[in-house]
């Protein structure tokens, strides 16, 4: 069995989205990327507090780029895997 699980890191963004979804909570956010990834469109995922916006990407996790806004972070996905 893969179990599917989903981490927020703070002070992260991702590079590229290709989909905005707004006003959206953080969970919404990690589902949304879930249901989206078993087609290929979501692999990480964007989201920030004081927007209440979610942003969908397919970057990698070494794309992430770090950012000064503590309200903001990045989603993580990951299939039974360990992000660090």
């Known amino acids: ?3 599917t699980s989903a981490y927020f890191t703070k002070g992260k963004a991702v590079s590229t989205s290709h989909t905005t979804f707004q006003p959206y909570s953080i969970i919404q956010c990690a589902v949304k ?13 964007g989201y920030d507090n004081a927007l209440n916006a979610c942003y ?5 996790v070494g794309d992430v780029v770090d ?9 993580y996905m990951t299939n039974g895997e360990t992000c660090t």
């Open 67 to 75: 950012i000064a806004d503590e309200m903001s972070g990045v989603v």
């Open 33 to 45: 990327c879930f249901e989206e990834g078993r087609n290929g469109n979501c692999s990480i995922a």
């Open 56 to 60: 969908l990407s397919v970057d990698a």
């Open 1 to 3: 069995m893969i179990t």
